[in-house]
């Protein structure tokens, strides 16, 4: 006998809400015993979402909040799909803050309109998490990566087939006889794709994670910890032109917003103030180093292969100038001529009346035992100097911003530092996946926008909720405890 059975909509519909309700409950209970709303939204956006003039609301600020939260949580790419998980199940709902269903429109209209106090609400967040963790993890705050990455947009130029187009016409060319004879159809058409979506001017061509693409282009900074501090939007667009490889186009891109963004970035946080800058090669830029170095802070940033620029920019201490006793090598050591062996970094030396300075010693330098105590003298045979400990160079920091640093590239504690850098692209790969981007189907620019930052503020409530539940080992995997 058959052991089939007839399905009905109504066992269906029960087993879905059950299983909605038991995943969720979880959730709530840690929503409900670790984050307290009236703490972590700022009393602006009360005052903006419920301002005098105008209709009353249907839905109170923290329903629609909870609303983009839980999405995110679930990594549901569409507001229409959680509408509908929520119209079937009552119990979410309520749990949600809803007494009754939401319009679309009233969830799209909440992203565009409230943009700027969402980003408020994530700057406010920020600080919220970094007082909880300072007595935890000391030393988080004391590195900051930057990187930036872009959000693909819902628009027609994305589909492969546009592109493709264009190039089955750049080929096309190609044959003819009108072609040039080292006619790149490749090239030529990259250079043919439109520099911006037609449907948004915002959204605009960028090689990114290895292809092109029309996104919208996106500054994250982060802790030693991958913990988002901010998300920001820069407006300059990549140019590409003629026989320019795309990747150095990214790199000129990546050196020209690190400034404003980080200048930015500390005038909302005046009272952070990291020890290191972590940053990958498309930031190798001399006025970064200028900026950061001013800052106090160490950049911790290999130089740009690509670009051909591994040279000094002081010639005072390049290799070519024969003159100088000294020079600095690709790698920021500063090189003895005589010996050909790299100086010994002694330390920065700070001077209320002149620039500070940067101390290196004879490399052939070592300890020797005097009478019971310890002595630093030079073991050369033929010495530079009549000092005991041979010949030491200070070297103004300004100089040579580039080079003249704390720690040069090949050393321990440079290698040790840029290790932590993957932990940003890790902590973009949460954001993403949070989105849900490839599925999200949004082109509106103040939609993707708000989007991207509530999914920030849905990774930092989360951080929030495991520094107060003890989880402090684990602090972005929200999603296994929940």
């Known amino acids: 006998m058959s052991n089939f059975y007839q399905l009905s909509l109504y066992d269906v519909n029960e087993e879905f809400s059950t299983f909605i309700n038991d995943t969720s409950s979880n959730y709530f209970e840690l929503f409900r015993n670790y984050i307290s709303f009236s703490e972590i939204i700022p009393y602006s956006f009360y005052n903006v979402y419920y301002q005098k003039m105008g209709r009353d609301r249907d839905f109170t600020l923290e329903a629609m909040l909870m609303f983009f939260i839980y999405k995110n949580f679930r990594s549901i790419s569409r507001d229409i799909t959680l509408l509908r998980i929520l119209n079937d199940s009552p119990d979410l709902r309520?749990?949600?803050g809803f007494?009754?269903?939401?319009?679309?429109?009233?969830?799209?209209?909440?992203?565009?309109?409230?943009?700027?106090?969402?980003?408020?609400?994530?700057?406010?967040?920020v600080s919220i998490v970094n007082d909880e963790l300072k007595n935890i993890v000391t030393d988080a705050s004391k590195i900051l990566i930057a990187d930036t990455t872009g959000f693909e947009a819902y628009v027609t130029e994305n589909n492969p087939k546009f592109f493709q187009g264009v190039l089955q016409t750049a080929k096309n060319y190609a044959k003819s006889k009108y072609a040039?004879?080292?006619?790149?159809?490749?090239?030529?058409?990259?250079?043919?794709?439109?520099?911006t979506a037609h449907v948004n001017e915002d959204i605009s061509l960028a090689f990114l994670n290895g292809h092109f693409g029309y996104y919208l282009k996106t500054m994250i900074l982060t802790d030693g910890l991958g913990i988002i501090q901010d998300i920001q939007f820069p407006d300059t667009i990549q140019n590409f032109y003629?026989?320019?490889?795309?990747?150095?186009?990214?790199?000129?891109?990546?050196?020209?917003?690190l400034i404003p963004s980080l200048e930015l970035f500390f005038t909302k946080h005046p009272y952070n103030h990291p020890?290191?800058?972590?940053?990958?090669?498309?930031?190798?830029?001399y006025d970064n180093y200028k900026y950061i170095s001013k800052k106090d802070i160490i950049p911790i940033i290999p130089l740009n292969k690509r670009t051909g620029n591994l040279k000094t920019n002081s010639y005072r201490y390049s290799k070519n100038n024969d003159n100088n006793d000294f020079f600095f090598n690709s790698q920021g050591n500063l090189i003895c001529r005589k010996t050909n062996l790299p100086m010994k970094p002694l330390?920065?030396?700070?001077?209320?009346?002149?620039?500070?300075?940067?101390?290196?010693?004879?490399?052939l330098i070592k300890t020797h035992m005097l009478n019971g105590k310890t002595i630093y003298a030079t073991d050369c045979n033929n010495p530079c100097s009549n000092a005991l400990y041979g010949r030491k160079v200070n070297i103004a920091i300004d100089e040579d911003y580039r080079f003249n640093s704390a720690y040069s590239r090949d050393s321990e504690p440079w290698i040790n530092l840029y290790k932590e850098r993957p932990v940003c692209e890790r902590a973009i790969?949460?954001?993403?996946?949070?989105?849900?981007?490839?599925?999200?189907?949004?082109?509106?620019?103040?939609?993707?926008?708000?989007?991207?930052?509530?999914?920030?503020?849905?990774?930092?409530?989360?951080v929030l909720i495991m520094v107060k539940s003890n989880y402090s080992n684990h602090l972005r995997a929200f999603k296994s405890i929940a």
């Open 94 to 96: 309520h749990s949600l």
């Open 99 to 125: 007494n009754e269903l939401p319009h679309p429109s009233q969830i799209s209209r909440f992203k565009t309109v409230f943009l700027d106090q969402i980003h408020l609400t994530l700057d406010h967040l």
């Open 180 to 195: 040039p004879e080292n006619f790149n159809p490749v090239k030529y058409a990259h250079g043919k794709m439109p520099k």
């Open 242 to 257: 003629d026989n320019q490889m795309p990747e150095i186009v990214k790199d000129e891109y990546d050196s020209k917003t």
């Open 275 to 285: 020890n290191f800058l972590l940053a990958d090669s498309g930031f190798d830029g």
């Open 347 to 363: 330390g920065f030396i700070n001077s209320n009346k002149r620039a500070n300075r940067f101390s290196h010693g004879c490399p």
């Open 429 to 462: 790969g949460q954001l993403k996946d949070l989105i849900n981007i490839k599925g999200s189907q949004i082109r509106n620019t103040q939609s993707l926008k708000s989007t991207i930052l509530l999914a920030g503020i849905t990774q930092l409530i989360g």
